[in-house]
């Protein structure tokens, strides 16, 4: 089946299809001659006459040339498979990291990227090489046959359309089911990798009995769409199997009954015999390749999505990062809705000075984070625009805007790194001395010098060994290391007790000083040290004051 998204898809990867089917046909000639001097040195032993050895002779070159194409098939093959591999995987990376959807489908996104794109190569690299094989070689075969033996020829000839045609009746609903079954499979891969995170919370509610229960169903459900899978695929395949059985069968018993009739020699008749075989050889192969390659087939809905998803930010400009130290940071009238709700901001103006430090305050919900998902163009706004030193996010380079503004989220990931390497996460050349005084302006060398292996500490994922305030307090010295000229903390000391919070900001302060700061916080113990607040509601600006907030800037109720 060819599937005309998959070989858009495969892109420049048609030359190398096209060389692999060269291969084939290559490798299918050989078959062929081999064949056909078998049967030529088999008919003279049977008869008893003439000098075998030419043919004998001709038949070892054959075996060895055959070899040395099956070497140079395989080795041409994984090559191939290698780079559709990286290939695909290389632009499906790119949109995993600009597309807001694969971020909140990771384990689908995960299952797409490696068994959709394992399943590809072998559709892409034994699968459609052997399709073009096909459609050549048993008509060529058939041809050489009828020429020897017309009957036998046209039996051939008539089977051999049969095999090839006949599964064809099964592929829509193979693929149909195929593509039941692979949406089975990401969802139950999503599930586990989001039940796998959540194991201690689940155990800790009493719901991983259920949830269990739930992904055991799902399981079963996967289980019971791969047998049926299984079963249509096996009655293709058994019908393919007796179409080339039958086609043998036949074309040697017509060559059979002209012996008899003396209308054909037992030369012949062996012949036909060799080649019928040959005529069939590569239909058998097709189907296992099918059978190899579908379930690349099926994950063509998954890869497509990922690919011709909208990106969340498009376009960028070529300027490079504002002047180190601090920038300001302008929005003019932003307005922002997240796809398909009406949460977001709007009509946000908020002006900010080189080196300012200003705390952002507010409700749940408020739209504080969507404030610091638009300075680092995590998305554009609908409304509006941002600027940074007075040029618009949009004139930066992305690589540079990234590295000029640098959010600390409440939840910040670690890697499965040494602690030394994550805290380089932005500035890879930065010092031991440099990554140390990081760590203690964030009040975590102590904690980081207390691991086993101090920094050369390799975390476990996540940092699962460590607190949620210590993994706050290594993130908050990652982002301190960037020195970038826009440091953006959103509730970044939420896990923190008052006494650890406050000696954190001050650390923050004191590294961070000159460089713009803008801190989200919902406690006013966070924003003591600002020296200007602003208070978000409902998606807008309700109130700003100068220096540090106090309740003033809190909404009644809140947290002091
Ligand atoms: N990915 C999203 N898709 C749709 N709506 C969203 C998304 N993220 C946030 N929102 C909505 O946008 C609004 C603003 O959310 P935001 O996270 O900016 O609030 P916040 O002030 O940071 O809240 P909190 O203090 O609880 O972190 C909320 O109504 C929220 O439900």
Redesign the pocket.
């Known amino acids: 089946m060819i599937h005309r998204r998959l070989l858009q898809l495969a892109g420049t990867v048609r030359g190398a299809i096209l060389a692999l089917a060269a291969v084939g046909l290559v490798m299918s000639a050989l078959h062929v001659a081999f064949a056909l001097l078998v049967g030529l040195v088999v008919a003279a032993l049977v008869r008893g006459d003439g000098d075998v050895s030419v043919p004998l002779t001709a038949l070892a070159v054959v075996a060895l040339v055959r070899a040395a194409v099956i070497w140079v098939r395989e080795s041409l093959t994984t090559r191939i498979g290698v780079s559709v591999r990286i290939r695909l995987r290389s632009r499906l990376l790119d949109k995993v990291a600009a597309v807001?959807e694969a971020e909140r489908r990771a384990g689908r996104t995960a299952a797409t990227v490696i068994d959709g794109v394992d399943g590809l190569d072998a559709y892409y690299t034994r699968y459609l090489p052997q399709l073009v094989v096909v459609l050549l070689v048993p008509a060529a075969v058939a041809v050489i046959v009828a020429v020897l033996a017309p009957a036998a020829g046209a039996v051939l000839a008539v089977t051999a359309a049969v095999a090839v045609l006949a599964p064809r009746l099964w592929d829509a609903r193979l693929l149909r089911n195929g593509r039941g079954r692979w949406a089975a499979f990401t969802r139950l891969s999503g599930d586990y990798v989001e039940a796998l995170r959540s194991v201690p919370l689940l155990r800790g509610f009493g719901a991983a009995e259920r949830v269990g229960a739930e992904l055991d169903a799902r399981a079963e459900d996967l289980r019971e769409r791969t047998m049926s899978q299984l079963r249509v695929s096996l009655v293709e395949s058994a019908f393919s199997a007796l179409a080339v059985h039958v086609g043998v069968v036949a074309a040697v018993l017509v060559s059979l009954a002209a012996v008899v009739t003396g209308s054909t020699t037992a030369t012949t008749a062996v012949l036909v015999l060799m080649l019928a075989r040959e005529c069939f050889r590569p239909v058998a192969e097709l189907g296992q390749h099918w059978h190899a390659g579908y379930l690349g087939l099926t994950a063509v809905d998954g890869l497509d999505g990922l690919l011709s998803a909208e990106p969340a930010v498009t376009g960028e400009g070529s300027r490079t990062a504002p002047a180190r130290g601090g920038a300001s940071v302008e929005l003019r009238d932003v307005g922002y809705r997240?796809?398909?709700?009406d949460?977001?901001?709007r009509g946000i103006d908020l002006r900010i000075e080189p080196g300012e430090t200003v705390a952002v305050l507010?409700?749940?919900?408020?739209?504080?984070?969507?404030?610091a998902?638009l300075l680092e163009r995590g998305a554009d706004p609908d409304d509006g625009s941002v600027h940074i030193d007075g040029t618009d996010l949009r004139g930066y380079a992305l690589s540079a805007l990234r590295r000029s503004v640098v959010v600390v989220p409440?939840d910040p990931v670690l890697f499965a790194w040494s602690v030394r390497e994550n805290l380089r996460l932005y500035r890879p050349g930065a010092t031991d001395a440099e990554v140390e005084a990081a760590a203690a302006a964030a009040d975590a060398h102590d904690l980081v010098s207390a691991l086993p292996s101090g920094y050369d500490t390799v975390l476990a994922e996540d940092g699962e060994q460590l607190s949620g305030g210590q993994r706050q307090r290594i993130a908050i010295a990652r982002a301190l290391l960037a020195e970038a000229p826009v440091l953006v903390l959103?509730?970044v000391t939420s896990a923190l007790d008052a006494d650890t919070e406050r000696r954190v900001i001050a650390g923050i302060f004191g590294h961070a000083a000159g460089r713009t700061t803008i801190v989200?916080a919902?406690r006013l113990t966070a924003a003591e040290r600002c020296t200007r607040w602003v208070r978000?509601e409902s998606?807008r600006v309700a109130a700003t004051g100068a220096g540090p907030p106090t309740a003033l800037a809190q909404p009644t109720g809140a947290a002091r």
Request: proline share 12%; no cysteine.
């Open positions: 807001p997240y796809p398909g709700a949460t977001g901001v507010g409700p749940s919900g408020a739209g504080k984070s969507t404030l998902r409440q959103d509730e989200i919902h978000i998606g």
